[in-house]
């Protein structure tokens, strides 16, 4: 019973730990902007350059903000598996080539879900939405994605 009790207590204790490292993530921002055949549209990203700042991503949040994203950046283009563990809200995947055109989009990703979303290729970038923003804003493949870091 009390190496249960100890067990139970090291876990909270690891989860505890957990969500204060993610809470204590620092982002940079910046601004992105999609041309779209109809419109230039125009988002605040949180950038996720570091491979730990990528791992964390959106994961744990309840929310997030209108006409915001999160842009993950590799520093060489690479094949990439994304996947919602953790994430609490649905969203639209955007895959970025080195050129800054959308070669892939997945809609509407299941929240917690462990469904791996391949890139299907080499990427530059990865951006996340919110869920419906694909659709709503007339986002397509072979858009343009240009960006700028603070």
Known sequence: MIIECRRGCCLVFLLFISA???????FKSGSL???TKFEDLIYRVEVADTRRLKSIGLMYRSSLPAGRGMLLLNEKPQALNVWM????IPLDIIYIDTDGHIVKIVENAQPESTAVMP??????AVLELNAGQVRQREIAVGD??????D
């Open 85 to 88: 563990k953790n994430t609490f």
């Open 20 to 26: 204060s490292c993610i809470g204590q993530a620092s």
């Open 119 to 124: 890139s299907e290729g080499k990427v530059k």
């Open 33 to 35: 902007t999609i041309n």
């Open 144 to 149: 343009r994605v240009t960006y700028q870091v």
